[in-house]
């Protein structure tokens, strides 16, 4: 079965430090991954995705990037970290296929000081 | 008007109860659709999902979609204090370009 995980559960930074949270899946192959960010009683806003090795498409101009260097390992940055990153991240993947549903890892809580 | 509309809750409901949880959307593109749960510090976990009209079981979970109205449900039979979470709708077209679009959740708490 496909499994998906995530660390650190929980991070803080202090601000303008680097950023580096790693994702990895397990148990399928050329999965579609995605890097969201969910904010307390809001829905989740999609950050990142990407169909294949260093294909990345990016939603929202930001202070965050994005890498995806092998094919099941998916990777979200910042060089230098702002107050307003703080939030729950959270890796999801699926299979090929424009509509298969999601699944998600357990998510990071950062918490920038 | 936002694609998809939630209740944020939060819903309180004695156990063993029947639990209806709603959403409204306004694309009618959209043919797939959702419900994740979500526990506290937790990731969201697919409960169900379907692409037609009616309804949909599973266990103690029934998905009912009305594309007609724009409006799905998910129903919970014999709640449990396990089922408190908070509940996500999400949609999405068929087009290969389109994302999911997610509610914001609702939170449902099942007192024992």
């Known amino acids: 079965s496909q499994t998906i995980h995530q660390w650190p559960a929980t991070l803080v930074q202090p601000v303008g430090s680097p950023l580096s949270l790693e994702c990895t899946v397990e148990?399928?192959?050329?999965?579609?991954l995605y890097w969201y960010r969910q904010a307390a009683g809001r829905g989740l806003q999609l950050l990142f995705y990407?169909?294949?090795?260093?294909?990345i498409s990016s939603e929202v101009p930001q202070n965050l990037s994005a890498s995806r260097p092998q094919d099941r390992q998916f990777i979200l940055s910042s060089k230098k970290l702002l107050l307003s990153d703080s939030g729950f991240y959270l890796c999801?993947?699926?299979?090929?296929?424009?509509?298969?549903?999601?699944?998600f890892g357990d998510g990071t809580r950062l918490s920038i000081l | 008007q936002k694609e998809v509309e939630q209740d944020p809750g939060p819903l309180s409901v004695p156990e063993g109860a029947i639990v209806s949880l709603n959403c409204t959307y306004s694309n009618s593109a959209f043919q797939y659709f959702m419900w994740y749960r979500q526990y506290s510090r937790k990731g969201p976990e697919l409960l169900m999902y379907t692409y037609s009209s009616g309804n949909k079981e599973d266990g103690r979970f029934t998905a009912q979609v009305d594309k007609s109205s724009k409006y799905i449900s998910l129903f919970i039979r014999d709640s449990q204090p396990s089922d408190s979470a908070t509940y996500l709708c999400a949609m999405r077209a068929p087009s290969s370009a389109s994302k999911i679009i997610f509610g914001s959740g609702t939170r449902l708490s099942i007192r024992p």
């Open positions: 990407s169909v294949g090795i260093g294909q």
């Open positions: 999801a993947w699926s299979t090929g296929g424009s509509n298969q549903p999601q699944h």
């Open positions: 148990g399928t192959s050329n999965p579609n």
